[in-house]
């Protein structure tokens, strides 16, 4: 118990929030660079993972590759990626910036796939007559797929982001050891100087930003839930055809089995 009092008493010490204290301090500034790397990872694996998730899950092609790569992907061992990277890309760019690049290369790696894997189940999931009402209303399938499946789907697709950002800022504590900043350092720092109550804090400090960054997006999903979503009563999402004009789907629960299409 003293272990961690002692650790939430160093938390708590207003030198460690003092700008120009010794490194990895103060604290505030390892906080926003460990957010940095977390934000700038999980918008490109979503850039290019969320595309392709969308084309395998309406098209329905690719769905053994999804499976395979999502698989193969999450067994990678994190501390060998980062090493091979830092060893290949220190050969190509200066010294000081190969931690960051290799760091950013290899999270943006172990993101892809659990973004990946959100936005195909997310689409797949969709109820089919709801898309099939879609497509006869006069929808393309590029209109099917923006304004029925996405929104039908946002929670898993937000999940699948969710999981990622878990993963970045679990792995970004890690890439300490090839000299990336963040709250790894923190820990780092404390291995170093046998500093226990450091190594707690900065384990605490790790396990706090992971909570409060995971209760947000859990809030978001259930935000998109509730607009996206209903079991309980029927959903009316109205469409607009160049051709047909205004058109009123209306999607009837999953008990019912079937839906109407009202042209006005």
Do not use: C
Not at 55 to 70: D, K, L, M
């Amino acid at each position: 118990m003293q272990f961690f009092l002692d650790a939430f008493r160093w938390l708590l010490d207003p030198a460690n929030y003092v700008a120009g204290s010794q490194s990895p301090l103060p604290i505030q500034d390892r906080i926003g660079e460990h957010l940095f790397y977390t934000v700038v990872s999980v918008m490109i694996a979503a850039v290019i993972a969320l595309p392709l998730g969308f084309y395998i899950g309406h098209t329905g092609r690719g769905r053994q590759f999804v499976i395979g790569f999502t698989g193969a992907m999450r067994a990678l061992p994190t501390l060998g990626l980062l090493m091979a990277l830092f060893v290949i890309v220190g050969a190509t760019v200066p010294f000081t910036q190969a931690a960051f690049v290799a760091s950013i290369i290899a999270l943006v790696i172990l993101a892809v796939p659990s973004i990946l894997a959100g936005a195909y189940a997310g689409i797949e999931s969709v109820d089919k007559n709801t898309v099939d009402a879609g497509r006869a209303s006069g929808m393309t399938e590029l209109q099917v797929l923006i304004r029925v499946e996405i929104p039908l789907s946002l929670p898993l697709i937000i999940g699948g982001i969710r999981a990622s950002a878990m993963q970045v800022i679990a792995t970004a504590v890690i890439a300490s050891y090839i000299s990336l900043g963040g709250l790894g350092t923190i820990i780092s720092s404390g291995i170093g100087l046998n500093d226990n109550e450091r190594i707690l804090g900065g384990a605490i400090l790790v396990t706090v930003l992971a909570l409060v960054i995971d209760w947000i997006f859990a809030l978001v999903q259930r935000l998109t839930r509730r607009r996206g979503s209903s079991d309980t009563r029927r959903q009316k999402t109205h469409v607009r055809d160049r051709s047909l004009g205004p058109v009123t789907v209306a999607a009837t629960t999953a008990d019912e089995g079937e839906n109407n299409v009202r042209s006005k």
